[in-house]
């Protein structure tokens, strides 16, 4: 098992068919103690306790509350000790043209995407430290690169190009820590933010574009998450893991 006895702090991961909730599950079957951190607590709590194995954990969080991280935080070192990972799936979209973003739909995304990755971050990296061992992965998207053109708005874009900055900055901040970062950048991958959303001829229209004729499933981003969480990626940091079934061929 690749994350044996690991802690695994996971953002977002209450919904069901959710990318989060996957990349749980696949944890849990590696091994590890998952901590799924959304914004229910009932919710979080179902979750966890669906997952394969014992010992896991569901708290209520807003990733963007200073305060509620923190309280967070707290309880996970009560009852584990430790923190091995930090999953920042934690995000929200808008498919709203650049004209028509306000500053109420501005603050939402980047509050979410943004802040809440540097916010959770924030919080895990002191017992990081002290650890002298950690990974923390943080999810963007190919829109960030590519300019939108999938589902999200411009302001999303730019949240999760902010996202792959902060990354990248914070990988050759701590990597004296012997503190891993990574991103991943997903295609469209099919799950509740998605769905019902996008017409049988938009579908097709994107799938046109993919080499390898698909749409993304949640355990496509749960494997390369499992990926960098574990020893696999041990001299892998600051990279950007594109997930996208060759969408974005550099």
């Not at 053109?149 to 914070?170: C, E, Q, T």
Request: charged share 15%; glycine share 10%; proline share 2%.
């Amino acid at each position: 098992m690749l994350l044996k006895d690991k802690v695994v702090i996971i953002t977002g991961a209450a919904s069901e068919r959710g990318l989060g909730r996957a990349t749980a599950k696949l944890f849990a079957e590696n091994g590890a103690k998952i901590v799924i951190a959304d914004l229910n607590e009932q919710a979080s709590v179902n979750a966890a306790n669906a997952l394969p194995g014992e010992g896991h954990m569901g708290v209520a969080v807003n990733v963007a509350d200073e305060q509620q991280v923190q309280a967070a935080k707290e309880k996970i070192l009560a009852k584990y000790g430790r923190i091995d990972s930090l999953v920042n799936y934690a995000g929200i979209t808008q498919p709203l043209k650049v004209m028509d973003i306000k500053a109420e739909n501005y603050d939402a995304v980047l509050n979410v995407s943004l802040r809440g990755t540097l916010l959770m971050s924030q919080a895990v990296i002191p017992t990081m430290r002290q650890q002298k061992s950690g990974s923390i992965i943080c999810i963007s998207s190919v829109s960030a690169q590519r300019g939108g053109g999938i589902f999200g708005g411009p302001h999303y874009s730019a949240a999760k190009a902010g996202v792959l900055g902060l990354a990248r900055a914070m990988a050759r901040e701590l990597g004296a820590d012997n503190i891993r970062v990574n991103a991943i950048t997903p295609g469209l991958i099919q799950t509740d933010i998605t769905q019902g959303k996008l017409s049988d001829e938009q579908t097709a229209q994107i799938i046109a574009g993919i080499p390898l004729a698909r749409l993304g499933n949640a355990i496509d981003i749960a494997g390369a998450a499992l990926f960098l969480a574990s020893d696999l990626s041990s001299y892998s940091t600051g990279i950007t893991l594109d997930v996208n079934g060759g969408m974005l061929i550099h």
